[in-house]
């Protein structure tokens, strides 16, 4: 089996995981990452090579750029005060903790070396806590907290983490230099974030094209990412304030071919790329456990105990964090989500895994210094991180849904409903304002009036069956049999109609290209 084959398997693996994760009720990149821990002990599976300043680069960009679409702005601004406890505050205190330990512990490792090994474990990974959130079900301010936390930690972790190998590289170190490298590339990447956003969102409307705006959104997040770190600004930072604007400057609310084929695209995406990071993670092992050959026990014994500072420390952070949270909760922030029980809190500790980024950073710590000699530790280095990564992404995985269950963690169905009620509500006043208006300046005949004035009605009856009474329900009832026969009467004539037309792509003298054009007319009236 070559390189290439592997990656094929690993592209199939991706697919077949999600499904299977379903059934059997565990996270999808849990699985993934077991599947590779079992393609790395195949003999005629080849070991990875894959360049490490090539993986940041190539795999953080598109997941991050597929999580923010699930949020928005104003969910950040809500949770300010939670986020950055999470993201920034504990970020240091796990690469303090981290760091000390590692130092006293592993003989000849600089504290520089200890703090680089801090820092690339200290953040959660975004996408492994997002997907494990959203298959469990729970309440939506924790998914939104551990969203907002592996999103921003990752920016807060990396840039402590070149701050530390440039210290053991260099020899050097300068609080003032670092801080200001800190402060400088935060900047950057907002200003980055902020001009691409809006560059790009002017070239979608420019476009008009779905495939077009599709294809664009693609490469988006690889130009901001690459674009702030030859800047000296924060890659990462860069595609978060990017994806961001754009989220929050739709360009057009009627583009729904352009809204529906953005979305698939970026759920294919995002599968596809999260099952081959997670099975990377897998594969990765041969060659940790080649540098520990003849050692085994020693550094399966300070891994243990790095593993055990990284899950204190965040319990025992998210303690006082979340009691200081609800202090500073105020009647005022009625949008801000945080934690309302120890339960919550506890499934918030569990869920802090290990991914993508940690073992990026890890596999990235260069092999020599300046003056040419061995990077100190970096063997070790190594080791642990993978200890920490395979710990909590495959215990704290598997054993997460079983921990929701049993601590009785759910979401507030009652206020998702209520919501969804009061859009319904929203949604349908808002066609009975335009309805009105439009028979301001045309005269329609009263029979028509009646069915749009209904189908007005029906648009938010639709959404949220509970916003109408129980005769106005059994009316609509009657109206969405009556409504569905003759969809699935139109579906088969469409259906018919798209058989022909396909038939006859085979037929002598036929264009190809013109059938499909017509095809495409077919296709698209279908979906509306």
Request: charge should be negative; aromatic fraction near 8%; glycine fraction near 8%.
């Amino acid at each position: 089996m070559d390189q290439l084959a592997l990656l094929f398997l690993l592209l199939l693996g991706a697919l077949l995981t999600v499904p299977l994760g379903e059934r059997l009720g565990l996270p999808a990149p849990v699985l993934m990452t077991l599947v590779g821990i079992v393609l790395a002990f195949l003999p005629f599976v080849p070991n990875v090579e894959v360049p490490p300043e090539f993986i940041l680069p190539l795999v953080l960009p598109p997941l991050l750029y597929a999580s923010v679409q699930r949020t928005s702005w104003r969910q950040f601004a809500a949770n300010r005060r939670p986020i950055f406890l999470l993201a920034v505050a504990l970020v240091f205190v796990t690469t303090a903790a981290v760091g000390a330990v590692a130092h006293s512990l592993v003989p000849g490792l600089p504290l520089a070396a200890a703090l680089a090994l801090g820092a690339l474990v200290a953040p959660p990974d975004p996408v492994a806590a997002t997907a494990v959130a959203g298959s469990l079900g729970l309440p939506r301010r924790l998914v939104s907290i551990l969203e907002g936390e592996g999103l921003f930690n990752d920016v807060t972790a990396i840039v402590l983490y070149h701050v530390a190998i440039a210290a053991v590289v260099s020899g050097s170190f300068s609080w003032p230099e670092a801080l200001g490298e800190f402060v400088l590339s935060a900047v950057v990447a907002v200003l980055v974030g902020l001009a691409l956003g809006w560059l790009s969102n002017k070239l979608i409307g420019l476009l008009g094209d779905a495939t077009l705006q599709t294809g664009l959104t693609l490469l988006v997040p690889f130009v901001s990412y690459v674009l702030a770190e030859e800047l000296h600004g924060s890659g990462v930072l860069a595609v978060l304030v990017t994806a961001l604007f754009l989220a929050e400057h739709a360009a057009d609310a009627d583009d729904v071919m352009g809204r529906l084929a953005g979305q698939t695209f970026w759920q294919i995406v995002d599968t596809l790329v999260t099952g081959i990071a997670f099975g990377l993670i897998g594969l990765e092992l041969i060659h940790v456990f080649g540098v520990a050959e003849g050692r085994g026990w020693e550094m399966l014994g300070w891994g243990a105990a790095v593993v055990g500072v990284v899950v204190g420390v965040r319990l025992l952070w998210l303690l006082p964090a979340t009691w200081l949270a609800k202090k500073l909760h105020t009647l005022r922030d009625v949008d801000e989500e945080i934690p309302m029980s120890w339960r919550e809190t506890v499934v918030m500790w569990w869920a802090g895994m290990r991914g993508v980024a940690s073992v990026a950073l890890a596999l990235a710590i260069p092999f020599t210094t300046d003056d040419g000699a061995p990077f100190p530790g970096r063997d070790e280095i190594v080791f642990i991180a993978f200890c920490v990564i395979i710990a909590t992404l495959v215990v704290q995985g598997l054993t997460l849904p079983w921990l929701v269950r049993r601590l009785g963690v759910r979401a507030d169905t009652e206020t998702e409903r209520a919501l969804e009620r009061e859009l319904a509500i929203r949604a349908a006043k808002a066609a009975k304002r335009r309805l009105k208006e439009i028979e301001e300046f045309e005269e329609l005949p009263e029979e028509v009036q009646e069915r749009l004035l209904r189908g007005a009605y029906d648009i938010g009856a639709r959404i949220s069956p509970d916003m109408v009474d129980d005769e106005r329900r059994a009316a609509f009832v009657e109206r969405t049999k009556r409504f569905k026969a003759v969809q699935r009467i139109q579906r088969e004539l469409m259906s018919a109609a798209r058989h022909e037309v396909l038939a006859a792509r085979s037929e002598p003298g036929a264009d190809p290209e013109v059938v499909d054009r017509v095809l495409r007319h077919l296709d698209v009236r279908s979906m509306r």
